[in-house]
């Protein structure tokens, strides 16, 4: 009998059956893992049931990365399921940069049984221990009769509060006892877990006077918002109308605003807009929604925003005057908080004046004119920034999510690819994980099977997780692969360049793979486009064709991503394309006085 049968006889089954039990009842369409010793009595389970579609992997940390692409994309809790050991190890990755994110991962891990645990079993690990400080909560399940509790549990704080990973570890002797099942409704959720959700009003109508009294106020919009649902984005485009601010956004808050919006700045940080960090800069009033001052975004702390009130609305009591001190800090839900202040704002007995912020918008003109996205066309050779353009506009009436490797190519998409909606940007933000793009993007095909699914890669970033090639074909995934080829570790050979005297160390990769054999080794389509005349046609060929397709579009060797704010710098200090001469980047001074080159 399989567990739904035997919940009919008194809630008695295996743990096996509980596990998948526990995740039909938890709302589980997909599992992402590999089997191995440790959780074959699961994967049994797993065979003799068609509720839960499981996606086999070609490596654990795919796994994970996949779950957090489904669970992206989805705003679901993603799942991943490992064995003992190396299993869960490799899960690692993963799980810290779900952790650092805020994505909601389950990871069930399967462990040696509980007589052998502390005796150096065959693939033995803590697995509790080592995924202590990169998982919101994790557990060790030694009762069998306790596991449906703790799965139940373990979705919950997985998606509330701040969201994140969690692990259940679960002995193998455990999978196999008899014990009874309880259903999701029937356990008692963790009392000394109960995120606060709503803001204290006293301080909303506190940041209410503060926003209508600013003459040079900025919204600074992070993940949080996505995070939040989207109802949350569409009250953060309620509250950008009504008060007519400025807005710009963390690299994992894009779409949350979209790019077409009129008050829309750009992305601001370390490769963000010139308007964006100029506006961070010299702005009075900040309220932030759903970011966490994160060092890409600050720069220099000392001199950052000098001259602002700073509100900070996060549901991560810990995220609040963690890095920067703020005026008003609101704990709660981006959502809740936003609807109150949208509530307030409509409330008011007098409305600002329209004009109160004209010369505020002349200053950001005169940055946007700047241009700070500006590069040089070549009818040689494809520009990187050119190609992610042409890529947008064949792409943007479509369905279409994206994710990314981690390097230059991640802050040239971030910078050209425009994004309207949540929910259609997967990208490693704060450990910024290479190999982390193609397991993504599995992930989020497989939660929308007929949508345009692309990796913007980088030829070096491709080749940390290339083996899910291999997954999507098994599973008929027609992912798309856009490598921006310019043979070396970009974002790496840009700062020895600009910061370790034009000293290359180990940044380019002299035994390349023909990526398009590559592709067509795996079973996939392999495209290689090196003419900009060329270019629109080759990307038209890699949308129409319905199978997994590894596209090789050779750049410009040594194009470098500006604007950027050098190490050490202020916003106002950034280098902007027209200015990164060798000479000015020899004059830019880090925070101790030192020289960067």
Known sequence: MTGTDNQASGNRMTGAEIVLQALKDNGVEHIFGYPGGAVLPIYDEIFQQDDIQHILVRHEQGAGHAAEGYAR????????????????????TPLQDALMDSIPLVCLTGQVPT???????????????????????????????????VIHEAFRIAQTGRPGPVVVDIPKDVQFATGTYTPPEAHDAQKSYQPKVQGDLNKITQAIELMKNARQPVIYSGGGVVNSGPEASKLLRELVELTGFPITSTLMGLGAYPASGKNWLGMLGMHGSYEANMAMHDCDVMVCI??????????????????????????????????????????????????????????????????????????????????????????????????IQRLYELTKHRDTYITTEVGQHQMWAAQFFGFEQPNRWMTSGGLGTMGYGLPAALGVQIAHPESLVIDIAGDASIQMCIQEMSAAIQHNAPIKIFILNNQYMGMVRQWQQLLHGNRLSNSYTEAMPDFVKLAEAYG???????????????????????????????????????????????HNEMLLPDEATDEAVANAIDAKGRQLV
């Open 73 to 92: 994309s989805t705003g679901k809790v993603g799942v991943m399921l490992v064995t003992s050991g190396p299993g869960a190890t490799n899960a690692v």
């Open 524 to 570: 996939a389509v392999g495209l290689r486009c090196e003419k900009p005349g060329e270019l629109d046609a080759a990307i038209q060929e890699m949308i129409d064709v319905k199978k997994p397709v590894i596209f090789d579009c050779r750049v410009a060797n040594l194009a470098n991503c500006f604007p950027m704010i050098p190490s050490g710098k202020a």
């Open 115 to 149: 007589s052998l645990i502390g005796s150096d079993a065959f693939q033995e690990c803590d697995t509790v221990g080592i995924t202590r400080p990169c998982t919101k909560h994790n557990w060790l399940v030694k009762d069998v009769n306790q596991l449906a509790a």
């Open 290 to 387: 759903g970011a966490r001052f994160d060092d890409r975004i600050t720069g220099r702390l000392n001199a950052f925003s000098p001259n602002s009130k700073k509100i900070h609305i996060d549901i991560d009591p810990s995220s609040i005057n963690k890095n920067v001190h703020v005026d008003i800090g609101i704990l709660g839900d981006v959502g809740n908080v936003l609807e109150d202040m949208v509530r307030l704002w409509r409330a008011l007995p007098q409305k600002p004046a329209a004009d109160r912020l004209g010369d505020w918008w002349g200053n950001i003109a005169r940055w946007r004119a700047r241009n700070s996205f500006a590069y040089k066309p070549s009818d040689d050779v494809i520009m990187p920034q050119y190609a």
